[in-house]
């Protein structure tokens, strides 16, 4: 079964700092995406990254993607409280159709 | 456009009922998938559906169906509800042809007492 796991689950920032979180996942797919979850919220697509080599940004997070290590990668930059949230990533099946596998989650808090 | 809507918002039900949880896609899309989100296993993949096919099935209990109805409209259904069932259960909606390119309703909080 292919596994997703994100690193760390629990992140808690300064305002102005910039950090990493990683999401690696078990098996082939070179389609990875990133979902941002407010408490008691749904999902809000952030990144859909469909390659290896695949890097793209909005504000201050960027997100990559190294199908080779299988390995993405959500970079934030300077920290601002409005990005305090859930972040998950996920992994197609690569069936036909749509079947996620989505990782653990990393909760952020951005510190004043 | 409309969002994914999701009907109703919350639930409680009691143990050992069933519950019918509906999802109205995106206008034009053809495919509707289910995950169902709980602090403990995370986000789960139930299933989808594809012009009134299912196309992919997660590992889930058979108590746990669905279907969708020619207007893209999907239903889905939890027999002999356990309180492990309790969770917030997602659909999100696909166009054909744009795997990967999925929209998430609001959500349907089910509380099982």
């Known amino acids: 079964e292919l596994k997703v796991e994100q690193n760390p689950l629990f992140l808690s920032m300064q305002e102005g700092k910039n950090y990493t979180i990683y999401c690696n996942y078990s098996t082939t797919s070179d389609r990875l995406y990133w979902y941002r979850q407010d408490p008691g919220k749904s999902l809000e697509s952030l990144f859909v990254l469909l390659s290896n080599g695949a890097v793209k940004q909005e504000g201050r997070l960027m997100a990559s993607l190294d199908t080779k290590a299988r390995l993405s990668t959500l970079h934030i930059t300077a920290a601002v409280h409005d990005l305090s949230a859930t972040y998950f990533c996920?992994?197609?099946?690569?069936?036909?159709?749509?079947?996620?596998?989505f990782g653990t989650g990393t909760s952020l808090t951005v510190i004043p | 456009k409309a969002g994914v809507t999701q009907t109703p918002r919350y639930l409680i039900k009691t143990r050992g009922q069933q519950v019918t949880l509906s999802c109205s896609p995106i206008s034009g899309h053809r495919s509707v998938s289910w995950y169902q989100q709980t602090p403990g296993q995370g986000l789960q993949f139930l299933f989808e559906y594809f012009s009134e096919t299912q196309r992919n099935k997660g590992n889930f209990p058979g108590r746990f169906s669905g279907r969708q109805f020619s207007n893209s409209r999907s239903e889905m259904n939890v027999s002999t509800l356990e309180l492990g069932d309790s969770a917030l259960y997602l659909c999100a909606s696909s166009p054909a042809g744009a795997p990967g390119e999925q929209y998430f309703g609001p959500g349907t909080r089910l509380t099982v007492t």
């Open positions: 996920a992994v197609d099946s690569l069936n036909t159709g749509n079947q996620f596998y």
